[in-house]
Nanobody, 117 residues
């Protein structure tokens, strides 16, 4: 049974930082592309950052230069370091995993990030 468990969300002031973590189990972590998505109230879920099995990274334009995605295959964990946070970063952040050759994707339950102005 695949599980993705996020942690690290919370309430911070604008300009602050948070580090999200997602621990995966039940899958071969190193064989999966990992990503962070977010969904703000009333908006569609969007891709925030992705890291491939080869550690190539992709970011949505709105977070470039502020967020960093990384992975530790030995710990089956993917991280999202978020700096210079803005109120518009407020959302539920979801961890995502998918093998490059598969159409099957796995999601965590999400962690809430709230940025106050």
């Amino acid at each position: 049974q695949v599980q993705l468990v996020e942690s690290g969300g919370g309430l911070v002031q604008a300009g602050g930082s948070l580090r999200l973590s997602c621990v995966a189990s039940g899958l071969i972590f190193g064989a999966n592309n990992m990503a962070w998505y977010r969904q703000a109230p009333g908006k569609q879920r969007e891709l925030v950052a992705l890291i491939t099995t080869g550690e190539a990274t992709t970011y949505v334009d709105s977070v470039k230069g502020r967020f960093t995605i990384s992975r530790d295959n030995a710990k089956s964990t993917v991280y999202l370091q978020m700096n210079s946070l803005k109120p518009e970063d407020t959302a539920v952040y979801y961890c995502y995993a998918r093998r490059p050759s598969s159409t099957v994707a796995y999601w965590g339950k999400g962690t809430l990030v709230t940025i106050s102005s």
